[in-house]
């Protein structure tokens, strides 16, 4: 009797065994396909048109690449910001695919962290607009004008009061060697141009001064030079800008090398001043 009890513990326990051992089997068997369910690989391009996707790799387009790790880790799918210049737009967080297919620039920095995509004022013609750079030059692509941007400018309600004018004044500018700061006397807009065109210009613009206004703090200096221009004669200074009319009078009167004299409180006026050797205000017609 006790043998026979101990024989049937035995084919049990075989039993369990074999059982224990024909599961393994089925689940080593099984594991690769419950694997591939699971699987997510990134994908370039998906069979419905999504770019950068995570997903299972049945849902990649024919073609597309493919790579067996999360897509902001790959090189093609990697996340940064792109610089559309045909719709004028920065667009932060966008896969590298993406703005390749738009032809566009990626870069992989924060849109904050890119001179193109920093906010300025944006000047066209008389308008202004607080935009990016990238907007700017699109815009003014568009109308075919010149683009003038400054970035100094850091909010729209100071750009809406900072429109150009043709006022003439002395653009001060720092030379970056031991000379300082040297002037250039033109207009208002001439001025903040060599701003856009300079990004380390700090060019500043002094309406209805002279290059060589003491308070300016320029290298640039009176002289008894004189030039031509418009019929007139002018005095200029050492970094050749002009300076107000001759007057043989006003040579070292700092008040006459400061500001701008207008033509109707010059010397001579009303007189022909044909071969005159002390008055540059000259009367073609008389």
Same mark, same amino acid.
């Given at each position: 009797?006790?043998?026979?009890?101990?024989?049937?513990?035995?084919?049990?326990?075989?039993?369990?065994?074999?059982?224990?051992?024909?599961?393994?089997?089925?689940?080593?068997?099984?594991?690769?396909?419950?694997?591939?369910?699971?699987?997510?690989?990134?994908?370039?391009?998906?069979?419905?048109?999504?770019?950068?996707?995570?997903?299972?790799?049945?849902?990649?387009?024919?073609?597309?690449?493919?790579?067996?790790?999360?897509?902001?880790?790959?090189?093609?799918?990697?996340?940064?910001?792109?610089?559309?210049?045909?719709?004028?737009?920065?667009?932060?967080?966008?896969?590298?695919?993406?703005?390749?297919?738009?032809?566009?620039?990626?870069?992989?920095?924060?849109?904050?962290?890119?001179?193109?995509? /920093?906010?300025?004022? =944006?000047?066209?013609? @008389?308008?202004? &607009?607080?935009?990016? +750079? !990238? #907007?700017?030059? *699109?815009?003014?692509?568009?109308?075919?004008?010149?683009?003038?941007?400054?970035?100094?400018?850091?909010?729209?309600?100071?750009?809406?009061?900072?429109?150009?004018?043709?006022?003439?004044?002395?653009c001060v500018y720092?030379?970056?060697?031991?000379?300082?700061?040297?002037?250039?006397?033109?207009?208002?807009?001439?001025?903040?141009?060599?701003?856009?065109?300079?990004?380390?210009?700090?060019?500043?613009?002094? /309406?209805?001064?002279? =290059?060589?206004?003491? @308070?300016?703090? &320029?290298?640039?200096? +009176? !002289? #008894?030079?004189? *030039?031509?221009?418009?019929?007139?004669?002018?005095?200029?200074?050492?970094?050749?800008?002009?300076?107000?009319?001759?007057?043989?009078?006003k040579i070292t009167?700092?008040?006459?090398?400061?500001?701008?004299?207008?033509?109707?409180?010059?010397?001579?006026?009303?007189?022909?001043?044909?071969?005159?050797?002390?008055?540059?205000?000259?009367?073609?017609?008389?």
């Open positions: 009797m006790r043998k026979m009890i101990n024989k049937r513990g035995t084919l049990t326990t075989l039993n369990l065994i074999v059982g224990f051992l024909l599961l393994f089997v089925i689940l080593i068997n099984l594991l690769p396909l419950i694997s591939s369910a699971d699987k997510t690989i990134c994908c370039e391009k998906t069979v419905k048109g999504a770019v950068c996707q995570n997903t299972e790799p049945s849902n990649c387009a024919s073609g597309a690449r493919k790579a067996d790790t999360s897509c902001e880790q790959t090189s093609f799918c990697k996340m940064g910001t792109c610089i559309d210049n045909k719709a004028g737009e920065c667009k932060p967080n966008t896969p590298k695919k993406a703005c390749d297919d738009i032809q566009g620039f990626w870069d992989q920095r924060k849109s904050e962290e890119i001179p193109q995509c /920093k906010l300025g004022c =944006c000047f066209i013609g @008389e308008e202004t &607009t607080f935009v990016t +750079k !990238t #907007q700017c030059k *699109t815009t003014a692509g568009f109308f075919g004008v010149e683009m003038i941007f400054d970035s100094s400018i850091t909010n729209s309600l100071e750009c809406a009061a900072s429109g150009l004018s043709e006022d003439k004044g002395a720092q030379t970056g060697d031991e000379f300082g700061n040297t002037c250039r006397f033109t207009t208002e807009k001439e001025c903040r141009k060599m701003k856009t065109d300079n990004s380390d210009s700090n060019a500043e613009f002094f /309406k209805d001064y002279l =290059c060589t206004a003491d @308070e300016l703090n &320029t290298n640039c200096a +009176k !002289t #008894q030079k004189t *030039t031509c221009k418009d019929e007139m004669v002018y005095f200029t200074d050492t970094c050749g800008n002009l300076a107000n009319i001759y007057d043989a009078s009167d700092v008040a006459y090398w400061t500001k701008i004299v207008k033509l109707e409180d010059s010397c001579g006026i009303g007189k022909s001043n044909a071969n005159s050797q002390t008055c540059g205000t000259c009367n073609y017609y008389l």
